[in-house]
């Protein structure tokens, strides 16, 4: 079974420039969640899709950053302008989600982005 | 926040058990307690989840206390691929919410 892709795997900007990063997660898996990964801490929660619908977007600064989720299968997340402390991993994951047993989280592996 | 309190860093030699623990002392009766790890330069991987009763995978097993405020990871035979950061995460079933920590550093020992 494949995972869950992204590309790109490394992305370097300035600051004041726009990024975007893509998802194709796990083939019939209807969640999709984005992260953000700081050095030196766990991964945080920026937004979550069922579907093509937004389940929690609380943490996402709403003022800079995009996602959507077309078609209920890929996803596109933006940054416009990115900032210096956006520097960070950035991490797509897909579940399931349809209990304890099935709602494990699949992470792809990131892409990097250094903001400089 | 997270509701987990893990040691931040633990050592262990190759081929021995390691134990992780993590204090979750605020769980709720319908929350599970989930381990996932990192790999350097990886996303984070699920390891196993259990809600009172222990289990036991082909990764790891999972020791929950009776008064479920405390549990234990076990990987019985590390190897040096078992260095990761291992996070500890209590979360509603079907809530599909989990909440990251700092988690531990394991480092196997050759």
């Known amino acids: 079974e494949a995972g869950v892709a992204q590309s790109p795997r490394y992305k370097i900007i300035e600051k004041r420039q726009s990024v975007a990063f893509w998802c194709n997660p796990i083939?019939?898996?209807?969640?999709l969640y984005w992260y953000q990964q700081i050095l030196g801490q766990g991964p945080k929660l920026l937004i979550q899709?069922?579907?093509?619908?937004?389940?929690?977007d609380s943490q996402l600064p709403k003022d800079r950053f995009s996602a959507e989720r077309l078609k209920g299968v890929d996803s596109t997340l933006k940054i416009q302008p990115a900032k210096l402390e956006d520097s960070a991993v950035y991490l797509c994951?897909?579940?399931?989600?349809?209990?304890?047993?099935?709602?494990?989280?699949?992470f792809g592996p990131g892409t990097r982005l250094t903001v400089l | 926040d997270a509701k987990t309190t893990q040691p931040t860093s633990m050592d262990c030699a190759e081929g021995r058990a390691a134990n992780l623990p993590c204090n979750h002392s605020?769980?709720?009766?319908?929350?599970?307690v989930y381990w996932y790890r990192q790999i350097h330069s990886q996303g984070p991987q699920y390891i196993i989840h259990?809600?009172?009763n222990n289990e036991t995978n082909e990764m790891a097993s999972l020791i929950i206390t009776e008064d479920r405020k405390s549990s234990t990871l076990i990987l019985p035979h590390a190897t040096l691929r078992d260095t990761a950061v291992y996070y500890c995460?209590?979360?509603?079933?079907?809530?599909?919410?989990?909440?990251f920590g700092k988690g531990t550093r394991l480092h196997i020992l050759p």
């Open positions: 994951a897909s579940s399931l989600a349809l209990g304890p047993s099935t709602d494990t989280q699949y």
């Open positions: 995460i209590v979360a509603l079933a079907g809530d599909d919410k989990i909440i």
């Open positions: 083939s019939g898996h209807a969640t």
């Open positions: 899709f069922q579907n093509n619908g937004v389940v929690d």
């Open positions: 259990g809600l009172k």
């Open positions: 605020t769980i709720s009766g319908n929350e599970y």
